[in-house]
């Protein structure tokens, strides 16, 4: 039976009205990321012999490490690690309290009481407001950026404040701007950095001024941070644990997905406040029975050689390098981030004698439609589209053929800015 015909019975009536009520199903609205796959498909029928260069997608383009996957296969084979994990298995949970302290310099993290694994990042994003939002309280998230946190606080009946990421401010945000109702009625404070989709990183003067900012409004920070560790050109891996205070008043979230290529995997960890923490942990057991413990096994494997992340990042630094050139030869101001992998640029404003680009969007459609460059628009604070740089190439000389090719497409526009 097709979905209009269940529509007209009583299921479509029953839906909760936080994912639409009674008119669940009925929107016509078409949201960013169909529309670029929907240009992506029309771009591949319009030019089939032409090579689509795919610059949006946010997740590594290679496998996991070759001794994280023996470690899997290792461990699979084992009986005694088919069963539930539950909360997590002890050796993750050292493994990541040293990796905090031997990456980051974070001292003094307990292993039994201050991380938790979570099934990648996502979910433990999506299961925080649920230890400590009512409804009426409200969530500070920043936009553009990573929206889980937030549509689960309104799930929960509490409110979102968005704060914008602009240039101005090195997209950090500006917390002397929240208005004084807002910090008072505010549990939760979401961060992400370095951050997607700016590519802009953090500072430790930034992250001690945000845990002063917690103390004095008593809002618990989130810090994401599944790029903390993938930086470039001398710039060492921050995390927001190290900063004096900062256990105080939240946790930061890692993931093995972007700085180890296992997005696949689902594995991550919680770490930082032990009342927090134990918190999430209890909310956690009644929405998982934990990764599976091979996983876990491979993962601490992984996290104790940091150095794989550290190759990851060569190609990464490189690949951006290559890409922030080619840009700025076509009159882009693309400048190179200190961290993650993807590149932030301003839109321009339209083909000089030509069309004219109003949002991010449109140059974004263009640009797949035209010239076959997949990108992804951001429109929330200032016109600007992401690259990044996990584009599917093999090798160095692969690398240097695809930023040319991207280079050759665009050279017979001048753009306006």
């Not at 771009?43 to 795919?54: G, M, R, S, T, Y």
């Not at 309104?154 to 208005?179: A, H, R």
């Not at 500072?203 to 103390?215: D, R």
Request: contains cysteine; negative net charge; glycine residues 8%.
């Amino acid at each position: 039976m097709s979905i209009e015909r269940y529509q007209e019975t009583y299921i479509q009536s029953n839906f909760a009205d936080r994912i639409g009520g009674s008119n669940y199903g009925k929107d016509t609205a078409i949201y960013k990321f169909e529309k670029i796959k929907r240009a992506k498909r029309a771009a591949k029928e319009a030019f089939p012999n032409v090579e689509l260069i795919d610059m949006g997608v946010g997740e590594p383009d290679e496998m996991a490490d070759a001794g994280i996957v023996a470690k899997l296969a290792e461990e699979a084979a084992k009986p005694e690690n088919r069963g539930y994990a539950d909360n997590g298995i002890a050796e993750f949970k050292e493994a990541a309290a040293k990796y905090l302290k031997e990456v980051f310099g974070v001292e003094g993290i307990d292993p039994e009481t201050e991380v938790l694994h979570s099934i990648g990042s996502k979910p433990a994003l999506a299961m925080l407001p649920s230890v400590f939002i009512n409804p009426g309280d409200v969530t500070i998230m920043t936009v553009p950026g990573y929206p889980v946190m937030g549509t689960h606080t309104k799930y929960l009946g509490g409110e979102v404040y968005n704060v914008q990421l602009t240039k101005e401010n090195n997209f950090l945000p500006n917390l002397d701007s929240i208005p004084e109702d807002i910090c008072k009625r505010a549990k939760l404070l979401y961060l992400n950095y370095p951050n997607n989709p700016t590519g802009a990183s953090a500072t430790v003067q930034f992250f001690e001024k945000v845990v002063a900012w917690a103390k004095k409004n008593n809002v618990v920070v989130v810090h994401d941070a599944p790029y903390a560790a993938l930086t470039y050109d001398g710039e060492k891996p921050l995390s927001f644990l190290s900063v004096p205070g900062a256990k105080d008043v939240g946790v930061e979230l890692h993931s093995l997905s972007k700085s180890y290529n296992m997005t696949g995997w689902r594995i991550g960890f919680v770490a930082g406040n032990p009342l927090i923490v134990k918190a999430f942990g209890d909310v956690k057991d009644n929405n998982d029975s934990g990764q599976f413990i091979a996983i876990q096994k491979a993962a601490a494997y992984g996290l104790a050689h940091p150095e794989i992340t550290e190759k990851i990042a060569e190609k990464y630094s490189r690949r951006h390098d290559l890409l922030v050139a080619a840009l700025n030869e076509l009159g882009f101001k693309a400048e190179k981030p200190k961290g993650s992998f993807f590149l932030y640029v301003e839109a321009p404003k339209g083909i000089v004698g030509g069309q004219r680009f109003e949002t991010a969007e449109d140059f974004s459609q263009y640009l797949i439609r035209e010239k076959l460059i997949s990108t992804v628009p951001w429109d929330d604070a200032g016109h600007f589209v992401r690259f990044s740089v996990t584009f599917v190439a093999n090798g160095i000389e692969d690398e240097k053929r695809v930023i040319s090719e991207i280079k050759r497409r665009l050279s017979d526009v001048q753009f306006e800015f």
